[in-house]
């Protein structure tokens, strides 16, 4: 059930967006999925779609996830960055192997198309 309460609260955010921006229709959702974080992107889909089928906002609504990018910073020279969890490689400035991964959430809302 803990991607229900995650859809429920994207879709909260979301509709907050649509009213302050008086949007008539989102079109498309970008997401970023922690790929340390526990999140099923096929069990999101499916709450995503069982809770919206009634919503004229979210007609036709694509999501698209995005993963395995995390922030990082150098240890060393404290640039921060964005690193492939499978890859994470050096620092991008200063090439030190010394990186440390940054918290983040389980999901965030990258952007939406309208
Ligand atoms: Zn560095």
Not at 20 to 48: A, C, H, Q, T, V
Not at 100 to 111: M, T
């Amino acid at each position: 059930m803990h991607e229900f309460s995650i859809t429920n609260s994207i879709l909260s955010i979301l509709g907050k967006i649509a009213d302050d921006r008086k949007l008539k229709r989102i079109k498309k959702i970008r997401l970023i999925l922690n790929p340390m974080g526990g999140i099923e992107k096929e069990s999101l889909k499916f709450y995503f779609k069982f809770l919206t089928k009634d919503n004229p906002l979210f007609k036709d609504c694509r999501l698209v996830f995005k993963k395995d990018i995390l922030r990082a910073v150098c240890t060393d020279c404290g640039a921060e960055f964005e690193i492939s969890l499978k890859r994470p490689g050096n620092c991008k400035s200063c090439n030190s192997r010394n990186i440390k991964i940054i918290p983040a959430d389980d999901i965030r809302i990258l952007s939406i198309d309208v």
